[in-house]
């Protein structure tokens, strides 16, 4: 058996940040499990750019932001292992993983950061009915197929779902000579953000239809079109408003999953919204130990609140590792009147510093405000221009008002129009 | 004559309102939040112009594309002769992250550099 003092699984943005501020914060032996071939994790395939805008101040490709904590990784000497899939993470905080050369690993962890990111909704999750012909595949294996092995997965391309992934490979898609014909989204809004509509759909005159999906796949060996119709306030299609577009590729792009099998098998309590751990402000689930952060934890629309979460996660662990991390007085978060989940579900009020509050709306809101109570009283009210389902919020507790706060308070978001 | 246009500077997506006067410049620009969205507002009303992403193929590699961007801002009405262009190149590995892959692509003065290391595989 292995000891390590923290085991990080997955090398993606997130468990590298965890992993070198874990190291900064003066813990030496720890250990990044990644599946894939190589470190980055999903940046390796978005190569478009965007990303570090916030956090370098500069606007970086995915490979390009991955590659400076890949740097930071070689620099400091965090040892990890690729190709390497983690099986098991047991109440003890023992960690199975398996991979080619090593075989079955059991490593023994003081703690663990959870870093295993998001999958997308596949079509099995739609019922979409149809055939199951080849040529419908989520936006992301296309993108893989595009970005990392050089192969275009079609010509004539439909995208269901108007998520970023979606938006970026509509553009992509027609940089490399195919014909997006149509982006449908059932929502009347859609949850990419603006600027992708703009820079990936308009620039090229690729359609956006909103209320509107793919109601029947049609093809036999290969996609040869959908059916697409309107919907209504229900998200029922409308009769008579029926089109059939011939395509040979489908592309879905419909929302994405945090990946907590492990978390799940390991008993740790996970928030039915976010469908991530329920966390404290360092990010520690209810398993003492256990940390999570990243997109496992909550989907994010930006990699820089990725690092900077699994920055407090990083320091969190090693705190716990340390023994130093504060003793625990908590109260509660809770997202009411429009805010459907806030990130940490709980704030530990000895926490020393100020804590953010990341949270979502349920749809959008113009002009409206953000109102802050503890257990029933007004603290805070921000006016906001602009409120929607796919850009993430925050609000910040001062140290100096937690302070005031009592254990097991309640602290709710709300949004006023 | 006033155009509204969506910043694309930044994932913020401010929009803005540029006042124009008949021959076309501008005469103010408002709703922005940063000094960028003002750039950007006046070159999209006179001259727009876009970054480019995309890949090069490369032989001998541990992947047969490695992605690239352009150094600097090309035309927007380039952009898609541009990837045209850069469909028909390809690299020998290894690459390294910011080698220079294509270089004044198109007679625009704007090199194409790559984004990713791709070693020899």
Redesign the interface.
């Known amino acids: 058996m292995l000891n390590y003092d923290i085991v990080v699984v997955g090398g993606g943005p997130a468990g590298m940040a965890a992993a070198i501020k874990a190291k900064e914060c003066g813990v030496d032996s720890i250990l990044v499990l990644e599946r894939a071939e190589t470190l980055g994790g999903i940046l390796e395939q978005c190569i478009h750019t965007g990303f570090g805008l916030h956090y370098f101040g500069e606007e970086l490709s995915g490979p390009e932001y991955a590659d400076r904590f890949i740097q930071q990784i070689a620099e400091k000497n965090i040892e990890y292992k690729t190709d390497t899939m983690v099986l098991e993470v047991t109440a003890d905080n023992k960690v199975y993983a398996v991979n080619s050369t090593d075989g079955l690993l059991e490593i023994q962890a003081k703690a663990v950061i959870l870093a295993m990111g998001c999958r997308e909704r596949p079509r099995g999750a739609l019922n979409t009915p149809g055939t199951r012909c080849a040529g419908v595949m989520t936006a992301g294996t296309a993108q893989k197929y595009v970005n990392i092995d050089g192969y275009m997965p079609g010509k004539k391309v439909v995208i269901l779902g108007s998520g970023d992934i979606g938006l970026i490979m509509a553009r992509r898609m027609t940089l490399e000579g195919a014909e997006v014909k149509l982006v449908c989204e059932l929502m009347p809004y859609s949850s990419g953000l603006t600027r992708n509509i703009v820079q990936c759909l308009d620039d090229y005159g690729i359609p956006l239809e909103l209320s509107c999906t793919v109601i029947r796949i049609h093809g036999n060996e290969r996609l040869e079109g959908v059916t697409v119709a309107k919907v209504d306030e229900n998200r029922r299609p409308i009769k008579g408003t029926e089109k059939f577009i011939e395509c040979d590729t489908l592309l879905l792009s419909v929302g994405l999953i945090p990946e907590n099998e492990l978390t799940r098998e390991a008993g740790i309590a996970l928030d039915p919204v976010t469908s991530g751990a329920v966390v404290d402000e360092s990010r520690q689930t209810t398993q003492p130990g256990v940390f999570a952060c990243g997109n496992v934890l909550h989907v994010h629309d930006l990699v820089d609140y990725v690092t900077l979460e699994s920055y407090s996660a990083g320091e969190g662990a090693a705190k716990y590792v340390l023994g130093t991390a504060p003793a625990k007085k908590y109260i509660t978060t809770k997202g009411v009147g429009g805010v459907r989940y806030i990130v940490p579900q709980k704030v530990n009020l000895n926490a020393g510093e100020d804590v953010k509050l990341y949270f979502r709306v349920g749809r959008v809101y113009k002009g409206a405000s953000v109102v802050v109570k503890y257990n029933g009283y007004e603290i805070m009210r921000r006016k906001r221009p602009r409120l929607a389902p796919g850009e993430m919020e925050n609000v910040v507790l001062k140290e100096s008002e937690l302070q005031k706060f009592a254990e097991g308070g309640l602290v709710e978001i709300s949004v006023e129009e | 004559m006033t155009k509204n246009i ?3 500077a ?4 401010c929009g803005i309102t540029v006042e124009l006067n008949d021959s076309g410049e501008v005469l103010s620009v408002t709703g922005n939040t940063c000094k960028r969205g003002d750039a950007y507002a006046r070159t999209e009303c006179t001259n727009p112009v ?6 090069v ?1 490369v032989d001998g590699g541990i ?3 490695v ?3 352009s150094a600097d801002a090309l035309p ?1 009405g380039k ?2 002769e541009c ?2 262009a850069l ?1 028909n190149i390809e690299i020998k590995a290894p690459v390294r ?1 910011g080698d220079v892959l294509c270089s004044n692509i198109l007679g625009t003065g704007v090199d194409i550099v790559a ?3 791709c070693p020899e595989g």
Do not use: D, E
């Not at chain 2, 930044?10 to 997506?13: K, N």
């Not at chain 2, 876009?50 to 890949?55: A, P």
């Open positions: 969506i910043c694309v930044c994932p913020m997506g876009r970054s480019l992403t995309t890949t193929k992947h047969p594309v992605p690239c961007k927007k952009i898609i990837a045209q469909r992250i984004t990713n290391h």
